[in-house]
């Protein structure tokens, strides 16, 4: 599996698709352009993000912002609300728990609930 290759399925920014599972985890890969992710946080979860090409604006609140390059990764803890932007197409992998939800409980006009990001398995 190459994961650049796996990134040509994904057509939509913020549209995280699934391209694997490990035990009770999934690996997602997703395409950033812009700053629609809402604050939001997962309260049971902790979230891997891995920046595959490009770069990412990391918010965690109460903290400094800071920028994410080609080949960072970050782990945001559970329960700390948290966002991400980019100016540029930014391409993401993320490792995630399989009851992590997208946005964690905020609703947003980005929001995809699993079955949709399950649809390139």
């Known amino acids: 599996m190459n994961l650049k290759d796996c990134l040509k399925n994904v057509n939509d920014y913020f549209s995280p698709e699934v391209i694997g599972e490990v035990n009770d985890v999934y690996v997602k890969v997703a395409k ?11 309260a049971n979860e902790d979230e ?22 080609t080949g960072d990764i970050h782990i945001v803890k559970k329960g700390l609300n948290h966002r991400i932007s ?4 930014c391409q993401i992998m993320l490792i995630e728990n ?24």
């Open 32 to 42: 950033i352009k812009g700053d629609e992710v809402p604050w939001h946080n997962h």
């Open 48 to 69: 891997l993000f891995y920046i595959i090409n490009g770069s990412l604006l990391m918010e965690i609140e109460g903290e400094s912002s800071f920028e994410m390059k």
């Open 86 to 89: 980019s100016k540029e197409e």
């Open 98 to 121: 399989k009851s992590t939800a997208h946005t964690g409980e905020v609703q947003s006009k980005i929001t995809k609930p699993i079955d949709q990001q399950l649809k390139s398995k």
